[in-house]
């Protein structure tokens, strides 16, 4: 089952994106759409374990900008998409990252080659959107988007999260029962490599990548970078970059 949350206050549009979306879901999958026409709407009855929502940046009443940031500090886990009749994100919800800007006067292959890499990263997701451990010999149930980093443990590894979460387990180590290798497999279609034999990173945390150093900064954190891991990291690092942002970048790693 695929949740699908659309905002915007044109009810002829949210038909038309629906059905779009529908056209677009070539594998089949089970959808449920919940529609919201107005922000206030959304932000007092957000179904907080869905999949997407498409939310409309031009909204009257709250706007669709603040309520990214409403989204952010409640700690939505689904995938944002954000879409105008004008391209006008702000510096508040660029810090907030959505997946991906819709316009909604782009051509109609457009828009349907966008659902599709959108119902793609869904599928990503999907496939490890939570993660267990065990913290004070009792189990816990983590989202991977808020995990900063693993290092390794004796029984599986150890999960860093980011500075938020982290104030919730302030007593004792977070262990997960997988090692790197499984773990690697698990994450890595969710933005995880490693940049060094006793680190497993989330790419979205990094805010500076320095190899030559050998240094990575995420979430405020300073993690060591191997050189011998330099250019297939770069390589993820960049393959993920791309996938979110559709950029051509290039790394020096020299």
């Known amino acids: 089952m695929y949740k699908i949350l659309i905002c915007d206050d044109d009810a002829v549009f949210v038909k038309e994106l629906e059905e779009l979306i529908k056209e677009c879901n070539k594998n089949k999958r089970e959808l449920e759409f919940t529609r919201y026409y107005s922000g206030e709407d959304l932000l007092n009855n957000l179904t907080m374990d869905s999949d997407v929502l498409f939310l409309d940046i031009q909204l009257g009443g709250t706007d ?18 954000q879409y105008s009749g004008v391209y006008m994100p702000t510096p508040e919800t660029i810090k907030i990252s959505p997946y991906r800007y819709l316009l909604k006067q782009a051509g109609r292959d457009s828009l349907y080659k966008d659902i599709c890499e959108i119902f793609e990263e869904m599928d990503r997701m999907k496939t490890c959107f ?12 983590l989202q991977t988007s808020d995990i900063v980093y693993f290092t390794h443990h004796k029984k599986g590894s150890i999960i860093h999260l ?15 029962p997988y090692n790197f290798k499984e773990l690697q497999e698990m994450l890595y279609y ?9 680190y497993l990173v989330n790419m979205h945390y990094i805010s500076a990548f320095n190899m030559r150093k050998e240094f990575l900064e995420l979430d405020g954190k ?12 770069s390589k993820e690092f960049t393959r993920y970059i791309k996938q979110k942002y559709r950029e051509n970048l290039r790394w020096d790693i020299q």
């Open 190 to 198: 969710v933005g995880f490599a490693c940049p060094h034999n006793s």
């Open 162 to 176: 980011n500075k938020e979460r982290s104030r919730e387990y302030p007593d004792a180590k977070l262990i997960t």
């Open 130 to 141: 939570t993660m267990e451990a065990s913290y004070n010999r009792e189990k816990v149930i």
């Open 222 to 233: 300073i993690v060591p970078a191997a050189r011998g891991k330099a250019e297939q990291f």
């Open 64 to 81: 669709g900008n603040d309520i990214a940031v409403q989204l952010k500090k409640r700690r939505y886990q689904g995938i944002l998409v």
